[in-house]
C-alpha cells in the first residue's frame, strides 16, 4: 500500500496542470488567512466605505482626511479585520486658516462640493493627516475598496469547500461503509435515504435546509455539507463491498478483530482512492453552489464579501459601462472550481492502477 502512495504521488507529480492547480489554491489559501493583511481596507468585511466614492475607475486616487483612531489593534485583529478603523473623508481640496482646516468635500461634480471646516480643539493635528488614497481595482456600489472585498471574499469560497466536504466524507463515508460491510436490511435501509436524497435537485435542497435552518455564514455551509453526501456514500459503499470480500479481511475476522477494526482499520484505506477524487469535484461544486445561493440572496449576508454575492450586487453594472465589477468575481470563482477540477483529474489519474 505505501508503494502504491509513492507510485500515485510520482504520477501526480508527473501531471503539470494538477501540480500547477494545486499551488494556485495554496496560493489563494494563503491570501485568504492574510488578506486583511493584504487588502487596502482592513477593517472587518472590508466594509469602510463612502457612497459618494461609489463605482470609482480602477486606479483612482483620492485625497482624503484621515482621522487616526487611538485604539490599539489586537493581533487578532490582523486576521479577522479591525473592528476600530481609522476614518477617511474624501475631499477635492483643502486649506488651513487659524485654528481650523476648511476641505470641499468629493463629489463628481465640484459645483456640488460643499465646504466644511474641522476645529482643531476637536482634531489635534496630530490626529489627523492628508493622504493620497488609490484604489487599484476601483469601487463597488458602495464606494468599498473593491479589491479588499474581493480578497477577503475568497475566505467564504474556501471554507465552504472544506466545511462542505468534511461534512459530506464524516456522514458519507460512515453511512456508505456501514451500508456495505454489513449489508442486509441496514444496507437496504441506508440505500433507500441515498436515493430518496439523490432524487432531490441539490439546489432546491440547499435552499429548503437553509431555510428551515435560517440564513447565515454558517448555515449555508451546514447545508451545503449536508446535500453533498449523497455521492459518496453510494462510492464507498460499493469499494466496501468489493473489499470486505478480499481474503485479508476474512483472515481478519478469524483472529477475532472487531467489526470497528476491520473497517476502520483494514476496508476504508484500501477503499478511499475514489472517496479523494469525489472530493476534489465537489469542492468545485460547494463553491459554486454556495456561489448560486449568495446571488439569490442566501448565502453569506451583507455586509460579508462573498465573490457570488459580488455578481449579484453588481450584474446591473455589466449594461452601465462597467462589467468588470460583476466579472472579476466570476473569473476568481471560474479559476478556483477549474483548478479544483484539474486537482481531481490529476488524482483519478494517479490512482487508476491500469495505468
Known amino acids: 500500500m505505501f508503494r ?45 466605505g463612502d457612497i459618494s466614492l461609489r463605482a470609482l475607475d480602477p486606479g483612482t486616487t483620492i485625497t482624503m482626511i484621515q482621522i487616526e ?7 487578532a485583529e490582523y486576521f479577522t479585520g479591525k473592528k476600530h478603523t481609522d476614518t477617511y473623508i474624501p475631499i477635492l481640496s483643502h486649506r488651513i486658516s487659524n485654528d481650523s482646516l476648511f476641505y470641499y468635500t468629493y463629489t463628481t461634480d465640484s459645483k456640488l462640493s460643499q465646504e466644511i471646516y474641522l476645529n482643531f480643539d476637536s482634531y489635534s493635528s496630530q490626529n489627523y493627516k492628508i493622504i493620497e488614497k488609490k484604489f487599484w481595482l476601483g469601487t ?30 464524516i456522514v458519507g463515508v460512515t453511512l456508505g461503509a456501514i451500508a456495505g460491510y454489513f449489508g442486509g436490511k441496514i444496507d437496504t435501509f441506508i440505500l433507500w435515504i441515498i436515493n430518496i436524497v439523490w432524487s432531490i435537485p441539490t439546489l432546491l435542497l440547499v435552499i429548503a435546509i437553509t431555510l428551515a435552518i435560517g440564513k447565515g ?17 453510494r462510492v464507498v459503499r460499493g469499494q466496501v463491498m468489493s473489499v470486505k470480500q478480499m ?21 476504508l484505506p484500501n477503499a478511499i482512492a475514489p472517496v479523494i477524487v469525489i472530493s476534489a ?5 460547494a463553491i459554486l453552489v454556495e456561489s448560486g445561493l449568495s446571488f439569490l440572496g442566501l448565502g453569506a449576508q451583507v455586509p460579508v464579501p462573498s465573490w457570488g454575492g459580488m455578481i449579484k450586487e453588481h450584474y446591473n453594472y455589466i449594461l452601465l459601462g462597467k462589467p ?20 481531481g483529474n490529476a488524482l483519478r489519474d494517479a490512482l487508476d492502477v491500469k495505468n
Not at 463597488?140 to 466524507?169: C, E, M
Request: overall charge positive; some cysteine.
Open 247 to 267: 481474503q485479508y479481511i476474512t483472515a481478519a475476522r478469524a483472529l477475532g478483530y472487531s467489526d470497528w477494526r476491520i473497517i476502520t482499520k483494514h476496508v
Open 140 to 169: 463597488d456600489n458602495q464606494g468599498r475598496d473593491y479589491l479588499s472585498r474581493l480578497l477577503i471574499g475568497s475566505r467564504i469560497s474556501l471554507t465552504i469547500g472544506f466545511v462542505a466536504v468534511a461534512l459530506s466524507l
Open 4 to 48: 502504491n502512495n509513492i507510485q500515485a504521488l510520482q504520477k501526480f507529480k508527473r501531471n503539470y496542470w494538477g501540480v500547477c492547480s494545486l499551488f494556485y489554491i495554496i496560493l489563494l489559501f494563503v491570501i485568504s488567512i492574510f488578506a486583511y493583511i493584504l487588502a487596502p481596507d482592513n477593517s472587518q468585511n472590508a466594509n469602510n
Open 69 to 75: 483612531n487611538s485604539k490599539t489593534s489586537s493581533l
Open 281 to 285: 469535484a465537489n469542492f468545485a461544486s
Open 324 to 343: 468588470y465589477l460583476a466579472i472579476l468575481p466570476g473569473i476568481a470563482m471560474c479559476s478556483l472550481v477549474v483548478a479544483f477540477m484539474m486537482i
Open 217 to 233: 455564514f454558517w448555515q449555508v455551509f451546514i447545508a451545503v455539507g449536508l446535500t453533498m453526501w449523497v455521492e459518496v456514500a
